[in-house]
């Protein structure tokens, strides 16, 4: 039973958080590992929720809290979606996962659309589905005796309202189903998870001169997954409840040429795992088993490592776009995490051109100092966009 609890949570939530199986989880919790560091990364439920999935922002370090507006906005910030510069949007993006472990059928797909009715009013939507591949599961002897196809997706819908010329504000609604597994082993009941979700986003866009340039400034806040606990069978974790604060400026030099510099911030809002000492007693930090609401309030200030591990539970992501002509665009990014909170570092380079109403984006994934199970990773994005700018811009 403990190889085949191990086997799921290495698939379903260890393959964002490197590959991290419960059973390790428990002995990271603040402990310290045969290299003398001492790591505490957060895990979570459903983890394929934060993991990037189109190509534009895979190029850029992951960044997109405060970018320009396209169709993969739903998953950085649905405000933005007001913004946008055409009436609506259809974008299709797919990505082979894990590849550099050798692990052949696992893929993360993402299609996301927007209409914009008017000036003020936009609704968007999307579908993420996280294919995990072949499973096989075994008895203690090795022997193999179920075969299952674990799988992952979530529906979102969202509302986005212009407040004014340089200020909008979106709500989202998220359906969450994660089915790693069901059925009775060794008398413990394992059956898919399902949660409810909302995300609040705010985005604020201004054209300016910045530099002696034409400009665009742009900031944005998105608090994403605020929602139920996700419940395999009689346990109940957290779902990546997520901060997103971003900012960025668009430099027009010219007609022709332009560039875009990005900056994101993230901290997961759920608990911190706290130290307990050999009788489980908790030594430093708080007591994780608490409410979502209370979760979230308690997640500045419950690290053992007071305030210091806090700040270390932030992400940083920064990007670059260069346009020219409006036809090609060429990117690049870092994406930096401590490394007692996961330790995912890593370069990020990619493409895209456009072509009338079409946009078609690739990035790729450079292998950072450490080793990463998601390096080389690629992703492939198709965007159409219809309809001319509502504002008339």
Same mark, same amino acid.
């Given at each position: 039973?403990?190889?085949?609890?191990?086997?799921?949570?290495?698939?379903?939530?260890?393959?964002?958080?490197?590959?991290?199986?419960?059973?390790?989880?428990?002995?990271?919790?603040?402990?310290?590992?045969?290299?003398?560091?001492?790591? &505490?990364?957060?895990?979570?439920?459903?983890?394929?929720?934060? #993991? !990037? +999935?189109?190509?534009?922002?895979? *190029?850029?370090?992951? @960044?997109?809290?405060?970018?320009?507006?396209?169709?993969?906005?739903?998953?950085?910030?649905?405000?933005?979606?007001?913004?946008?510069?055409?009436?609506?949007?259809?974008?299709?993006?797919?990505?082979?996962?894990?590849?550099?472990?050798?692990?052949?059928?696992?893929?993360?797909?993402?299609?996301?659309?927007?209409?914009?009715?008017?000036?003020?009013?936009?609704?968007?939507?999307?579908?993420?589905?996280?294919?995990?591949?072949?499973?096989?599961?075994?008895?203690?002897?090795?022997?193999?005796?179920?075969?299952?196809?674990?799988?992952?997706?979530?529906?979102?819908?969202?509302?986005?309202?212009?407040?004014?010329?340089?200020?909008?504000?979106?709500?989202?609604?998220?359906?969450?189903?994660? &089915?790693?597994?069901?059925?009775?082993?060794?008398?413990?009941? #394992? !059956? +898919?998870?399902?949660?409810?979700? *909302?995300?609040?986003? @705010?985005?604020?866009?201004?054209?300016?001169?910045?530099?002696?340039?034409?400009?665009?400034?742009?900031?944005?806040?998105?608090?994403?997954?605020?929602?139920?606990?996700?419940?395999?069978?009689?346990?109940?974790?957290?779902?990546?409840?997520?901060?997103?604060?971003?900012?960025?400026?668009?430099?027009?030099?010219?007609?022709?040429?332009?560039?875009?510099?990005?900056?994101?911030?993230?901290?997961?809002?759920?608990?911190?795992?706290?130290?307990?000492?050999?009788?489980?007693?908790?030594?430093?930090?708080?007591?994780?088993?608490?409410?979502?609401?209370?979760?979230?309030?308690?997640?500045?200030?419950?690290?053992?490592?007071?305030?210091?591990?806090?700040?270390?539970?932030?992400?940083?992501?920064?990007?670059?776009?260069?346009?020219?002509?409006?036809?090609?665009?060429?990117?690049?990014?870092?994406?930096?995490?401590?490394?007692?909170?996961?330790?995912?570092?890593?370069?990020?380079?990619?493409?895209?051109?456009?072509?009338?109403?079409?946009?078609?984006?690739?990035?790729?994934?450079?292998?950072?100092?450490?080793?990463?199970?998601?390096?080389?990773?690629?992703?492939?994005?198709?965007?159409?966009?219809?309809?001319?700018?509502?504002?008339?811009?």
């Amino acid at each position: 039973m403990v190889k085949l609890l191990k086997q799921i949570v290495f698939f379903g939530t260890g393959v964002f958080c490197s590959l991290i199986s419960v059973a390790n989880a428990q002995t990271i919790d603040g402990g310290t590992q045969p290299d003398g560091k001492a790591r &505490n990364s957060i895990t979570t439920a459903v983890p394929f929720l934060l #993991i !990037s +999935p189109d190509s534009r922002a895979g *190029a850029m370090g992951d @960044v997109g809290a405060a970018t320009t507006a396209d169709v993969s906005s739903m998953h950085w910030n649905p405000a933005k979606y007001a913004f946008a510069k055409d009436g609506s949007g259809v974008g299709i993006n797919y990505s082979p996962w894990l590849r550099s472990l050798g692990v052949n059928d696992i893929n993360l797909a993402y299609i996301s659309g927007y209409h914009r009715f008017d000036d003020q009013q936009t609704l968007a939507g999307s579908l993420r589905f996280f294919s995990l591949g072949d499973i096989t599961f075994t008895d203690n002897s090795g022997n193999p005796f179920q075969q299952i196809n674990p799988s992952e997706y979530a529906i979102d819908a969202a509302y986005i309202r212009k407040l004014s010329n340089l200020f909008s504000i979106a709500m989202a609604a998220r359906y969450i189903h994660s &089915n790693l597994g069901s059925g009775n082993f060794n008398g413990n009941e #394992i !059956s +898919p998870g399902n949660a409810f979700a *909302a995300d609040v986003a @705010v985005y604020y866009n201004k054209n300016t001169i910045f530099l002696n340039t034409d400009a665009n400034l742009a900031w944005g806040v998105n608090i994403s997954n605020i929602g139920t606990k996700m419940q395999y069978g009689v346990h109940k974790n957290f779902i990546p409840t997520n901060l997103k604060i971003g900012g960025s400026s668009t430099f027009n030099f010219d007609e022709k040429n332009s560039l875009a510099i990005a900056l994101d911030f993230n901290k997961l809002l759920v608990p911190t795992n706290p130290i307990y000492d050999s009788e489980g007693n908790i030594v430093a930090g708080k007591d994780p088993d608490k409410t979502v609401p209370a979760a979230i309030f308690g997640s500045f200030t419950d690290a053992p490592g007071g305030f210091k591990e806090e700040l270390n539970e932030v992400s940083i992501a920064m990007g670059l776009e260069y346009w020219f002509n409006h036809l090609i665009a060429l990117r690049t990014g870092y994406f930096y995490e401590n490394p007692q909170k996961g330790d995912r570092r890593y370069f990020t380079l990619g493409a895209g051109i456009q072509y009338n109403s079409i946009n078609f984006d690739f990035s790729y994934l450079v292998p950072g100092a450490t080793k990463n199970p998601l390096d080389k990773t690629v992703r492939f994005s198709v965007l159409f966009n219809f309809g001319k700018d509502k504002t008339g811009k």
